[in-house]
């Protein structure tokens, strides 16, 4: 199974808004909407921002709004702020009944 | 509040044989699916094994499967994961996470902190 696709970074300016793109296949973004985004912040644990696509957990900032069309998701950060910068990781459930991630996208708030 | 602490890690030599232990607490257990997730040094995440609430189903990367085994004991609320014939690649920090319900492991809702397993000669 192969690793989902992300941009290696993105960069933006506070207040701005971003996305980042996280492309797969028919076997697993496509054949389900069971695609989650996590944050990781240097040296911790990463941290689930969005599943089901679209559904964020209990306390997570409504900045944070995820949406995916065929093969490939997207997690969009809005009102950037310097606390936003991290790894971000896309994942998914695949007809092989595995978990995908993406290799990751380093957001840079400049 | 949910807390998972995990134990075990440290320097194997390749082909050697390690347990790693997760010790739950803020939840009740055996109602969760529990997983490992690993990370390489400067790597990205991936997925390692999943178990469902009350060890009717585990699941399996490619990448481990036949030497890895992940089990349970929900009794002292305990994810544990045997390692054996270790290579060099599954160098790694190994999380221990839990899903949102009893066998739906396709996120990961809470994290530990991880523990770093380095295999080499």
């Known amino acids: 199974q192969s690793a989902l696709t992300q941009p290696a970074s993105v960069s933006g300016s506070p207040g701005q808004s971003i996305t980042i793109s996280c492309t797969g296949t028919?076997?697993?973004?496509?054949?389900?909407?069971?695609v989650s985004w996590y944050q990781q912040h240097p040296g911790r644990a990463p941290k689930l921002l969005i599943f089901d696509v679209t559904d964020r957990p209990s306390g997570v900032s409504n900045r944070f709004s995820g949406s995916k069309s065929g093969n490939t998701a997207s997690l969009t950060i809005s009102g950037l702020q310097a606390g936003d910068e991290a790894d971000y990781y896309c994942?998914?459930?695949?007809?092989?009944?595995?978990?995908?991630f993406g290799g990751g996208t380093k957001l840079t708030v400049l | 509040e949910v807390q998972l602490l995990e134990s075990g890690g440290g320097l194997i030599l390749p082909g050697g044989s390690l347990r790693l232990s997760c010790a739950a607490s803020g939840f009740v257990f055996t109602n969760y699916v529990m997983s490992w997730v690993r990370q390489a040094p400067g790597k990205g995440l991936e997925w390692v094994s999943s178990?469902?609430?009350?060890?009717?189903?585990?699941y399996y990367a490619d990448s481990v499967k036949g030497r890895f085994t992940l089990s349970r004991e929900d009794s002292k609320n305990t994810l544990y994961l045997q390692m054996n014939n270790l290579r060099v690649e599954d160098t790694a920090v190994y999380y221990c996470a839990r899903g949102k319900n009893f066998g739906d492991y396709r996120l990961f809702e809470y994290w530990g902190q991880g523990t770093l397993v380095t295999v080499s000669s």
């Open positions: 028919s076997r697993d973004i496509g054949a389900y909407n069971y």
């Open positions: 178990v469902s609430g009350g060890a009717y189903s585990t």
């Open positions: 994942s998914s459930f695949t007809a092989s009944s595995t978990v995908v």
